[in-house]
């Protein structure tokens, strides 16, 4: 365990870490477990860099597109397939934030689990040489399912068909998300894995607005609990 502590210590200086809140179109550094080693996380960087991208140009064009991947196609799309079979990583967070539209405006949630303990979200990962300097760039994509109950009260964007989720793994399934692939059996074993969380394990509550005037920025404050009169019984 010291060890483990050690290696995080080392890495988190290399990263945004700590993250109180951000959207993927920032692209933030943060620490994954991938299935080359679980006990050892390494820097990754939230975009997934396609392994056809040639220079900075083609990988800005592309970044935003890569930040999900959508769960139930990941072993199909060429975006994603590659990293399906034999690039899984794991994500921990304390929570995530959803927007929940009404009456024309927005309103911030802050989704945790009601034990408080940490959220382990299913990722894929790559793995590139920038050819303009040399660099090592290692990226993730949060893989994303069909929205739980709660989230379909929340996530209610009319721009979007459906509620999505990110992918979140029940504790006892973590290490079957790493499991390496070699046949059509353990394809099958990754897919069953990617469905919604159970609602009644999470909690969910409003914040301060995260964008224009009102937002206070990436500090813990941002997280705690702000209730809007319009909201009032939902």
Known sequence: MRAIKEIKENLTPLTDLPIYHTTGFSHPKLLIYTDRSSWHPEVSTWGLVLHWVKDKKQLKKLWNKTLNARGETIFEKPSFRESAKNNRCLIYIDGFYEHHHF???TFPFYIH??????LVLAGLWSELIDQETGEMLN???????KGNKLLA???NNPKLEGPRMALILPQELEDKWLHP???ELD???IQELIKEYPDEELDAYTVKRLRGKEYI??????CEPFEYAELNGL
């Open 113 to 118: 689990r009601k034990n408080d303990k940490p």
């Open 103 to 105: 009456n024309g405006k």
């Open 217 to 222: 920025g990436n500090v813990e404050k941002v």
């Open 181 to 183: 692939i070699e046949d």
């Open 139 to 145: 990226t993730f994509s949060i893989v994303t399912t």
């Open 153 to 155: 009260k929340i996530h």
């Open 187 to 189: 394809v099958k074993s």
